[in-house]
């Protein structure tokens, strides 16, 4: 299926590794010019060169922190009217309720909730002059079913799902839509550093924990990052104008419920 984007301009967040670079993954090989984002440079400019190599489509690497003013203002330096916006960052720490201070909150909602809020009103008043527009903020599984240990993310993920649930409904009306997509447990970086340090804190082997939690999950297996970003480039395909203010559940049928 050709999902109708091929030419369109696309900022990918934090995408050297995990789901963000299966979304630029996915939106690449549609011929979507893509600006990358990540902190950490020799591992951006090779997931640029390697996603250049696959797909032949430009890529702009910008080495930033997207959570700060000066990180987004060089990657909206780089490009400057994107038609694609992909909404991505690390995550807040785990921990207990009682041992957070202010300080971690706004760290978390800076990070998870002001960062893309920003990102979105820079970017989507251009989109809907323009007449064409796709936002994906990749939050969650928490936003609908909150975890234990992250309460920093369940709350600034679900702050950013509601601070755009009504603009998401107006921006439609201009072919701009902004839906969520929720993560599950994904086979990423991230999920095996999580894994490690419950290995290690449980003393027992990192393979052990991470078979257990396999076998919760109902599809018996993690996610994949080129699964998500197959995803991602759907929503954000000619195809999708009609899908806005969703949030979208990607875990494998964790989230046990009818509808
Ligand atoms: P990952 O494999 O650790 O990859 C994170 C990517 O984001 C890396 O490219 C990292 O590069 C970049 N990054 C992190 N912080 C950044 C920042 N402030 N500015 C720019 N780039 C940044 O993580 P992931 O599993 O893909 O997770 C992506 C998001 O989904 C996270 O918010 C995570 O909490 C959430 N999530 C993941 C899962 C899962 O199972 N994987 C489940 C639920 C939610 P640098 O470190 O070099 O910056």
């Not at 984002?37 to 890529?59: H, N, P, S, Y």
């Not at 997207?66 to 987004?72: D, H």
């Not at 969650?140 to 998401?168: D, H, M, Q, W």
């Amino acid at each position: 299926m050709d999902l109708g984007i091929k030419g369109r301009k696309a900022i990918v967040c934090a995408a050297s590794k995990g789901l963000g670079r299966g979304c630029a993954e996915a939106l690449a090989a549609e011929g979507v010019e893509l600006t990358i984002c990540a902190r950490t440079a020799d591992v951006l400019e090779a997931t640029a060169a390697e996603i250049r190599k696959a797909t032949g489509t430009k890529i702009t690497a910008v080495v930033c922190d997207v959570t700060t003013e000066a990180g987004r203002k060089a990657l909206l330096a780089a490009c400057p009217n994107p038609d694609i916006l992909i909404n991505n960052a690390g995550g807040p720490p785990p921990g207990d309720f009682k041992d957070f201070s202010l300080d971690d909150w706004r760290k978390a909602v800076e990070g998870n909730m002001i960062s893309p809020i920003a990102l979105i009103h820079a970017t989507i008043y251009g989109m809907m002059e323009r007449g064409f527009g796709r936002i994906v903020n990749i939050t969650s599984a928490s936003v609908k079913s909150p975890i234990g240990t992250l309460e920093l993310s369940n709350g600034a993920r679900a702050g950013l799902t509601g601070a755009v649930a009504s603009l998401s409904r107006r921006s439609a009306q201009r072919n701009v839509t902004i839906n969520g997509l929720l993560p599950g447990p994904f086979d990423t970086d991230r999920l095996r550093g999580v894994t490690s340090r419950v290995a290690a804190a449980k003393g027992v082997s990192f393979e052990s924990v991470h078979e257990e939690r396999k076998k919760g999950i109902p599809a018996g297996r993690f996610g994949t990052a080129h699964e998500f970003g197959a995803m991602a480039a759907f929503l954000c395909s000619a195809h999708a104008g009609y899908i806005t203010g969703q949030n979208v559940v990607m875990d494998g049928g964790l989230f046990n419920s009818t509808m």
